[in-house]
């Protein structure tokens, strides 16, 4: 807002004045929402210990699978 009024103190337009600062609430609450949803996805990986996991190398579950 006082950007604006700095460089044209000729106009006074509300919705010029708080158009960047709604930009700005929006980028905020998208990265906000892309935080949360990367929470949630981390909330589902289910730790294994180290000796469960020899177990699936040794199997052969972990083997890479071309098509």
Do not use: W
């Amino acid at each position: 807002m006082r950007r604006l009024m700095a460089t044209n103190p000729s106009e006074f337009d509300p919705r010029k004045f708080f158009g960047a600062t709604v930009t700005a609430c929006a980028m905020y609450v998208s990265h906000v929402m892309k935080l949360l949803v990367l929470r949630v996805m981390l909330l589902k990986i289910k730790p294994i210990s180290l000796e469960a996991m020899y177990q699936r190398y040794v199997k052969g579950e972990l083997n890479a699978k071309v098509n």
